[in-house]
Nanobody, 122 residues
Framework: VQLQASGGGLVQAGGSLRLSCIGS????????IGWFRQAPGNAREFVAG????????LYADSVKGRFTISRDNAKNTVHLQMNGLKTEDTAVYYC????????????????WGQGTLVTVSS
């Protein structure tokens, strides 16, 4: 599956953005989809993930209560709603697909989108 992330931009602290990850090539309905982010000088880190049915989600502690991941299988799309953004959320955000279980382990994700930049100003 090919993935394309979009929706990044510049926002003030406390603001919101919604990222979208659109799959093509095959349906993502049988995949686990994760969002990761990478800030300059930092390793790529797990942000949120969602599995097949959309009823199971997983979040990094740093975004719990602020970010919400959801999927629309009919549109082959996964969204990441980001509210209460902080300057430390500034990063390039990537979506990725994995088979099997929902996990934070980056190595389990085999298909990656190109990334979208989120910049949060103070």
């Amino acid at each position: 599956v090919q993935l394309q992330a979009s929706g990044g931009g510049l926002v003030q602290a406390g603001g919101s953005l919604r990222l979208s990850c659109i799959g093509s090539g095959r349906s993502i309905s049988n995949s686990v989809i994760g969002w990761f982010r990478q800030a300059p000088g930092n390793a790529r880190e797990f942000v949120a993930g969602i599995r097949f049915s959309g009823s199971t989600t997983l979040y990094a502690d740093s975004v719990k209560g602020r970010f919400t991941i959801s999927r629309d299988n009919a549109k082959n799309t996964v969204h990441l709603q980001m509210n209460g953004l902080k300057t430390e959320d500034t990063a390039v955000y990537y979506c990725a697909a994995a088979g099997g279980i929902l996990t934070t382990m980056i190595g389990a994700y085999t298909s990656w989108g190109q990334g979208t930049l989120v910049t949060v100003s103070s």
